[in-house]
T-cell receptor, first 111, second 111 residues
């Protein structure tokens, strides 16, 4: 158990819908990262927050957005969902140093 | 663009033998590298890391080697066990704190 929690574990929705994925980082970790992993693919970096501020951005679609709240939890919002958005979404956290720990992921299925 | 890549997508190793998983990186400015293990349906699990000012680091049954001259990273697993079956990712941390992953190598353990 890495200490990073993600909810929900599974999410099934329809095209065109909007969903919110939630992440609670490890206690004391200020950095939160979001990654997308499609079937048999590597992990694609989406976005990173540090203490509430956006720190780095990857190839995140405009339909996707994220934020980190004062209590340091983070949410990833996915809108106008398409079939191709079906994937595992991972959150990770770090204390601001180097080691980054991943949560168990949210499996999103878009029908 | 800069990327981290893996030489082989699949590696089959006899139980008890040593495994060597290789990785090439292209961003010479990266100064921190990590190996993750991902079991089916789970989030990536931190294995071992190494900074660019080192060329070798050992953990429990694992060793990471870094060759900055040829931008090559390897993970050695001693006395491979069935529980080592997983996909292994190398990753590099860029100066803006983005962690970029390679595509992964699937390790199969033969009985």
């Amino acid at each position: 158990d890495s200490g990073v929690t993600q909810t929900p574990k599974h999410l099934i929705t329809a095209t065109g819908q909007r969903v919110t994925l939630r992440c609670s980082p490890r206690s004391g970790d200020l950095s939160v990262y979001w990654y997308q992993q499609s079937l048999d693919q590597g992990l694609q970096f989406l976005i990173q927050y540090y203490n509430g501020e956006e720190r780095a951005k990857g190839n995140i679609l405009e339909r996707f957005s994220a934020q980190q709240f004062p209590d340091l939890h983070s949410e990833l919002n996915l809108s106008s969902l398409e079939l191709g958005d079906s994937a595992l979404y991972f959150c990770a956290s770090s204390a601001g140093g180097d080691r980054v720990y991943f949560g168990p992921g949210t499996r999103l299925t878009v029908l | 663009g800069e990327s981290v890549g893996l030489h082989l997508p699949t590696l089959s190793v006899q139980e008890g033998d040593n495994s060597i998983i290789n990785c090439a990186y292209s961003n010479s400015a990266s100064d921190y590298f990590i190996w993750y293990k991902q079991e089916s349906g789970k989030g990536p699990q931190f294995i071992i890391d190494i900074r660019s000012n080192m060329d070798k680091r050992q953990g429990q049954r694992v060793t990471v080697l870094l060759n900055k001259t040829v931008k090559h990273l390897s993970l050695q697993i001693a006395a491979t066990q069935p529980g080592d079956s997983a996909v292994y990712f190398c990753a590099e941390k860029e100066r803006d704190d983005k962690i970029i992953f390679g595509k992964g190598t699937r390790l199969h353990i033969l009985p």
